[in-house]
């Protein structure tokens, strides 16, 4: 399958913990972009890379939320000391152009 | 207001009806314009992609812009119920970089009976 890959699929965690989402964009995409979406809503936009550099983050993305993309690879999305509010579906996308590619995306539910 | 609306629906209409999807916008910047489907639990799928105003046809969808109006249309032809899901409309300004960052609809929930 060389569609964008998201893992775990699903979290449940305890408020106050961190939590780490990663995404692997389809090869030869050189542009990542994380997107949240909650129940009833569109995606929002919370962070792009361009190969390994974070271009761009959404001021949706507060001082505890992190993302790296080390190798212009894959990308991980950390979230610190969540909240029940972090509860959404986190979901990656990637692109070559305008067009972008989502995953399955992870589903965080913080209890 | 917000960037792009949508109705979020629910849509329900008998297997076989024309379906009619749409949004509108207001950043006049926009140039390219998205669907995709989203089933329930699952990420968005990419049906159609439009470069500025017109149309776009593929198999039963077609996809209109009118950027004179800042209006896209989303037609489905002769619906099946494997169509149930929810439509969501996306735009940009550019292509990639800091203006390629999608701005979406709701998402209007479709069902299609059979």
């Known amino acids: 399958d060389t569609g964008v890959s998201q893992n775990p699929r699903h979290k449940i965690t305890k408020r106050g913990q961190n939590v780490t989402f990663r995404c692997d964009p389809i090869s030869e995409h050189n542009r990542l972009y994380w997107y949240r979406q909650t129940l009833g809503q569109g995606p929002e936009f919370l962070t792009y890379?361009?190969?390994?550099?974070?271009?761009?983050k959404s001021r949706l993305l507060s001082d505890r939320f992190s993302a790296e993309r080390p190798k212009g690879s894959f990308s991980t999305l950390e979230i610190q000391r969540t909240e029940q509010g972090d509860s959404a579906m986190y979901l990656c996308?990637?692109?070559?152009?305008?067009?972008?590619?989502f995953g399955p995306g992870t589903r965080l539910l913080v209890l | 207001q917000k960037e792009v609306e949508q109705d979020p629906g629910p849509l329900s209409v008998p297997e076989g009806a024309i379906v009619s999807l749409n949004c509108t916008y207001s950043?006049?910047?926009?140039?390219?314009f998205m669907w995709y489907r989203q089933y329930s639990r699952k990420g968005p799928e990419l049906l159609m992609y439009t470069y500025s105003s017109g149309n776009k046809e593929d198999g039963r969808f077609t996809a209109q812009v009118d950027k004179s109006s800042k209006y896209i249309s989303l037609f489905i032809r002769d619906s099946q119920p494997s169509d149930s899901a929810t439509y969501l409309c996306a735009m940009t300004a550019g292509d990639g970089g800091s203006q390629g960052n999608l701005i979406f609809g709701k998402g209007t929930k479709l069902s299609v009976k059979p």
């Open positions: 996308a990637s692109s070559s152009q305008a067009t972008q590619y």
């Open positions: 950043n006049s910047a926009f140039q390219y």
């Open positions: 890379f361009q190969n390994e550099a974070q271009l761009e």
